[in-house]
């Protein structure tokens, strides 16, 4: 299989206030978020990053897309490097996180035209992606209502067509269906499920074991900001299923009972 995406020591610190030096319980006043990740992604496969929150799934995904800069470590996305050839990478990615905020001044119809020319694709070619994807969204009945109006559903609906106005071959979602109703959580899924069919490179994370193991082909467990497991599925579940299998990894790399 050909490589999409290959991660090398990624590693990202932050900066903490008093305030959140004294919530967290923590002497010093720098968090290592991500620590010296690595893994790879293959070209039509659908990777999962599964962990709890906090535990370094964002920040990942937000290095990759190039919208942080590693602290040390580099990843390739479609051959393109993300600290070196950053434009490039943008170029070949579809971005999509549930903190994206539209504004809420404007319509789908407004926000798709403007990504859309952003990404330098011309108009006709741009009136059929939205209307397909409209259509497929149920976004067209809300074209021209302003984003403020907008139900949550419809929001993340009209944050996915966006995130893939350019028709990227590598799709990166973090958290897809957090805070989704379960329709919508639905919509989302069947698309995943689509962009694989369609031979796209699909990279989620989540912190849902039935949507993993339904829709990964492989998968990397992160615990602190670190990778302590990266397999198939298959060999990652094993006869118990994924869930006990990542509580069992859980307790096993943090000594503690869960």
């Known amino acids: 299989m050909k490589e999409i995406l290959t991660v090398e020591n990624l590693r990202k610190t932050f900066k903490l206030s008093q305030k959140q ?17 690595s893994f790879k992604s293959y070209e039509g496969e659908v990777f999962g990053l599964l962990g709890p929150n906090g535990a370094g799934k964002t920040t990942t995904m937000r290095m990759i897309a190039t919208l942080i800069v590693p602290d040390s470590g580099d990843a390739s996305v479609g051959g393109f490097s993300i600290t070196k050839q950053p434009s490039s990478v943008r170029q070949k990615i579809g971005f999509l996180t549930n903190e994206l905020k539209q504004d809420e001044f404007f319509t789908p119809n407004y926000l798709f035209d403007f990504f859309a020319e952003l990404h330098g694709i011309d108009k006709n070619t741009a009136a059929g992606r939205k209307k397909n994807l409209f259509e497929r969204f149920g976004i067209d009945k809300f074209a021209e209502v302003k984003v403020a109006n907008l139900s949550q559903g419809m929001k993340q609906k ?26 919508t959580s639905k919509v989302v899924t069947d698309f995943l499920i689509e962009l694989k069919k369609q ?19 492989r998968i990397g467990i992160i615990i602190d900001g670190k990778m302590v497991v990266c397999d198939t599925v298959g060999e990652v579940a094993g006869d118990g299923g994924l869930e006990e299998a990542f509580f069992d990894i859980y307790n096993k790399t943090t000594g503690e009972r869960v």
């Open 158 to 183: 009209t944050s996915l067509a966006i995130s893939i106005v350019h028709d990227p071959d590598i799709i990166i979602f973090d958290e897809p269906t957090n805070g989704l109703d379960v329709i």
């Open 199 to 217: 031979g796209k490179s699909v990279i989620l994370s989540t912190h849902i074991f039935n949507l993993a193991e339904s829709l990964c082909d």
């Open 21 to 37: 030096q004294k919530i967290r319980n923590l002497h010093k006043n720098v968090i290592t978020a991500v620590d010296n990740i």
